[in-house]
């Protein structure tokens, strides 16, 4: 499934990379679109494996602020 997510606190492309690194860590994901302007991230990933809670929960552990839309 495909999911958006509001992140708060990137300012850089290097924010973007921690968190685009943070979520392919996770088994099942797919695919990682991180819009730095808009503050949010397009995430593609396998359900079976992986909840829209964890995706949150790793980009919070990167050190933005993570919220499901
Ligand atoms: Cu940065």
């Not at 088994?27 to 494996?49: H, P, R």
């Not at 790793?58 to 050190?63: D, F, H, L, Q, W």
């Amino acid at each position: 499934m495909k999911q958006t997510f509001s992140i708060k606190g990137m300012s850089c492309q290097h924010c973007v990379a921690r968190v685009e690194e943070g979520i392919k860590s996770l088994a099942g994901i797919q695919k990682v679109k991180i819009n730095l302007k808009k503050e949010n991230g397009v995430v593609k990933f396998d359900e079976s494996q992986v909840t829209p809670q964890q995706i949150a929960e790793k980009i919070t552990e990167t050190g933005f602020t993570a919220e499901v839309m």
